[in-house]
Each structure stands twice: as structure tokens, then as C-alpha cells.
Nanobody, 123 residues
Framework: QLQLAESGGGFVQPGGSLRLSCVASGFTVDEYAIGWFRQAPGKEREGVSCISSRDDRRHYSESVKGRFTISRDNAKNTVFLQMNSLKPEDTGIYYC????????????????WGQGTQVTVSS
């Protein structure tokens, strides 16, 4: 069974950093492209960043470009999202998904969302 589990969220002040993890089970993270999404209260889930499966193409939304970095560790079967210079508008539940690249970057239709990990940025 293919599954992804998100972790690493927390409460941080503006300007702080967090590193989110997306651990795969049932498949290896180099088989599929992986996308990170977030959902703020009262808003639709939106794509944040994504990485292709074999050639490490990366994409970032305009709102996080220059602050977030996506990476993949095949040995740990994990995709990370390093988030720096966090802002209050980064607050939300962060999810990851697998799929073809590049739709995995922006297509929020998915039947296997996990529980996500909560990120709260506030002073």
C-alpha cells in the first residue's frame, strides 16, 4: 500500500525555520514526483513545492520561492521541505502527495492525502 506520512511541523515565530519530512512507504521516493501542498484555514489546498522523480527538477510557488527548499534523500525514502524566513501567511497544514511531474506541483486532486503536519507562524 502506497502511503506518505508528514511530520516536522510546529509553532515558530516569524523569521524562524522548520524542516518538514515526507516519508514514503510502499514505494521509493525516486519512483514518483513528490509535491508539497498546504491548506490555510478557510482556504483551498495549494501547491507549495515539488520535485521530479529522477532528474530532480524543482518547482516553487511564487509565495515561497527563495525561502523554501525541497530535497530528496533516497536512503531515508524521504522528501524534505526546508522552510526558512517563515511568515504568518505560511501558517497551515502541510501535506505531501505523489504523482506525475509537473501536475504534482499544482493539482490538488488526490485520493490518498495523509493527516498532514501543522505549521503555525506567529509572534
Amino acid at each position: 500500500q502506497l502511503q506518505l506520512a508528514e511530520s516536522g511541523g510546529g509553532f515558530v515565530q516569524p523569521g524562524g525555520s522548520l524542516r518538514l519530512s515526507c516519508v514514503a512507504s510502499g514505494f521509493t521516493v525516486d519512483e514518483y514526483a513528490i509535491g508539497w501542498f498546504r491548506q490555510a484555514p478557510g482556504k483551498e489546498r495549494e501547491g507549495v513545492s515539488c520535485i521530479s522523480s529522477r532528474d530532480d527538477r524543482r518547482h516553487y510557488s511564487e509565495s515561497v520561492k527563495g525561502r523554501f527548499t525541497i530535497s530528496r534523500d533516497n536512503a531515508k525514502n524521504t522528501v524534505f521541505l526546508q522552510m526558512n524566513s517563515l511568515k504568518p501567511e505560511d501558517t497551515g497544514i502541510y501535506y505531501c502527495k505523489w504523482g506525475p511531474f509537473p501536475p504534482v506541483c499544482y493539482d490538488n486532486s488526490f485520493d490518498f492525502w495523509g493527516q498532514g503536519t501543522q505549521v503555525t507562524v506567529s509572534s
